[in-house]
């Protein structure tokens, strides 16, 4: 059975970290393209990451760069994205999504999504 679970969010202060896992089950990372996205209440849902299937190619979005960092253990099926100087704009429901072809930000382009992690920054 496919799933993809999320953890890791939770509140955490301006500033601070966090580091979200999207834990992979039933399928094997050396196929598929694991991108993070993120929703805020009101807003639509953006792209902040990707890692290719060959763990090769990465993207972010431009007002997370230099502080979010994608990376995969293949051992554990497991995707993290690590999160520093945390922001109260980067409050919003995380998400881990996988689709079967290369690295890209466009949340249409994935076809199936774990149930998420809040992300809570405050001032």
């Known amino acids: 059975q496919v799933q993809l679970v999320e953890s890791g969010g939770g509140l955490v202060q301006a500033g601070g970290s966090l580091r979200l896992s999207c834990a992979a089950s039933?399928?094997?990372?050396?196929?598929?393209?694991i991108g993070w996205f993120r929703q805020a209440p009101g807003k639509e849902r953006e792209g902040l990451s990707c890692?290719?299937?060959?763990?090769?190619?990465?993207y972010y979005l431009d007002s997370v760069k230099g502080r979010f960092t994608i990376s995969r253990d293949k051992a554990k099926n497991t995707v993290f994205l690590q999160m520093n100087s945390l922001k109260p704009e980067d409050t919003a429901h995380y998400f881990c999504a996988r689709r079967p072809g290369g690295c890209t930000p466009g949340a249409a382009h994935y076809t199936y999504w774990g149930q998420g992690t809040q992300v809570t920054v405050s001032s």
């Open positions: 890692i290719s299937s060959s763990g090769g190619s990465a």
């Open positions: 039933g399928f094997t990372l050396d196929v598929y393209t």
